[in-house]
């Protein structure tokens, strides 16, 4: 059944990125509709708001979007455009696959995670205090069971469907008995209901030294909001960096799919930008959809492209222009 999507092109290099993924969706075949929105500092110059009451109502309706880098202004009282996203929705699953790619310059040649950050609660749950007398600043972790158990069931229920062997839990259980030790207790009271598949713990300092020494021993990864957002640019690192690693947020109803770098404003509109972390944003939006076939055909068509650098853009070592690369990939299409 043809999907129709909330596509939202982005500020800076968004829409650059998003006429080169619309050009591979379209020569793969992809069965889809798009309903064209608009954010950030683009929004807030021709509707005057940052995220347009028409945004919220078409990714309500449609249930997944596909999302290019916003600009939040920065210093003007404005909340970041992601996570107000995040929270109107409840998108409570933040998703990041990190996978080598062949031709993609990188320490390893073997990783293959996938970390899942909850997104809405821990020290990011916005409950901060400063005693203006005493200039002391408290940030209050909040963790509850209801969050623990929905992200960590998500993350086993992920490795079940795509046959994945391993699920690691990190934590600070040591130190931080009450709400780190929560997460670690359902984690172990959730992994009984998947005999399956193999659970373990580690603390996210140990966590960080194992993932940049022996990646390959690691598969499916969940932890909490703050160690999830250092662990999910550190897992991109492992492969490569921001410009070629996808993201989704998502809960059972919603899901947004989005390129985890920003704006670029440095190189925007000049036809240097990499596509590529949206592209397999989009990849990872086809599968949710249920259309695998199309999903396979771009990854191993844009996977074949990056083996020759020289078909590549300026960022991965090539001499291409966003477009040419485009091109390059849909040439690689069977
Ligand atoms: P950035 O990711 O936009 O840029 C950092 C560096 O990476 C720059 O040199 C840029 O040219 C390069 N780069 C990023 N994406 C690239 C791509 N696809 N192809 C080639 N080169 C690429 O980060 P920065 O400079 O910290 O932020 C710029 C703006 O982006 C800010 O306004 C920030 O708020 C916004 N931002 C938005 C995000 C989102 O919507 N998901 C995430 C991060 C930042």
């Keep these: 059944m043809k999907h129709t999507i909330t596509l939202i092109p982005g500020d800076g290099i968004g829409p650059e990125i998003t006429d080169s993924v619309l050009a591979v969706l379209k020569a793969a075949g992809a069965d889809l509709n ?12 021709q509707k005057g708001e940052l995220i347009p009451e028409s945004l919220i109502e078409s990714i309500k309706t449609n249930k997944v979007a596909l999302k290019g880098p916003l600009t939040t202004p920065v210093g003007k009282g404005f909340k970041s455009i992601n996570v107000s996203l995040r929270q109107i929705f409840d998108l409570y699953q933040n998703i990041r696959p990190c996978k080598s790619i062949p031709g993609v310059n990188s320490r390893f040649d073997h990783v293959d995670l996938v970390l ?34 929905r992200i960590i069931r998500a993350a086993f229920e992920y490795a079940q ?3 994945r062997k391993k699920v690691t839990v990190v934590h600070k259980a040591n130190i931080m008995k009450q709400s780190s030790g929560l997460f670690l207790k359902v984690a172990r009271e959730v992994a009984k209901d998947f005999p399956d598949i193999e659970q373990d713990d580690r603390i996210i300092d140990n966590m960080c030294m194992q993932l940049v020494m022996y990646p390959e021993r690691y598969d499916v990864v969940v932890t909490t909001n703050l160690f999830g957002d250092i662990l999910s640019d550190l897992g991109a690192g492992l492969v490569g960096g921001l410009g070629v690693v996808p993201g989704a947020n998502l809960n059972e109803e919603c899901a947004i799919f989005e390129a985890v770098h920003g704006t670029a404003p440095d190189i925007a509109g000049q036809d240097k930008a990499n596509p590529t972390a949206l592209l397999l944003s989009a990849v990872l939006m086809l599968r949710h959809l249920g259309q695998h076939d199309v999903a396979l055909k771009i990854e191993s068509a844009l996977f074949e492209t990056l083996k020759q650098t020289q078909l590549c853009t300026r960022d991965l070592g090539g001499k291409c222009g966003t477009k040419e690369f485009t091109r390059n990939i849909i040439k690689h299409l069977t």
């Excluded at 064209?36 to 807030?44: D, E, K, M, S």
């Excluded at 997104?119 to 209801?146: H, M, P, V």
Aim: glycine content about 8%; aromatic content about 14%; overall charge negative.
């Design 161 to 163: 469907k795509y046959n």
């Design 34 to 45: 798009y309903d064209v929105q608009i954010a950030g500092i683009t929004a807030l110059e």
């Design 116 to 149: 899942f950050r909850e997104n809405t609660e821990g020290l990011y749950s916005g409950f901060e205090i400063y005693d203006e007398r005493n200039q002391i600043a408290d940030a209050i972790a909040r963790i509850s069971y209801k969050g623990s158990e």
